[in-house]
């Protein structure tokens, strides 16, 4: 089993609305603002255990990332312009969200 990629670099863009994330083995790629929102991996958003979703509100399309503040050595936790900051974002979800693989 091989260690997970390690971010090398996150660029947070706020005229394209995007978070660009490069990782130690080379690759990278970007996400909207708005998808990191409606993806969130708090339990506001996906929900408590194994049941549906909650439903949510839609999301601005002019959603912000206020800051971003480290957890640890293994995530971030991001600080929305609607307020949003519950949700923790390993750096496996920020490669899944970014890169997909």
Known sequence: MTAPAWPARLTF????????AEFDDGKSGRVPYKRLRAES?????????RGPKPPQKPVPDD???L???PVGRYALRLFFSDGHSSGLYTWNILRALTVGD
């Open 63 to 65: 959603i912000r990332v």
């Open 67 to 69: 800051k971003a503040e």
């Open 13 to 20: 863009r706020a005229g394209a609305q995007e978070l660009v």
């Open 41 to 49: 991996p708090s339990a506001e958003v996906q929900g408590h255990g």
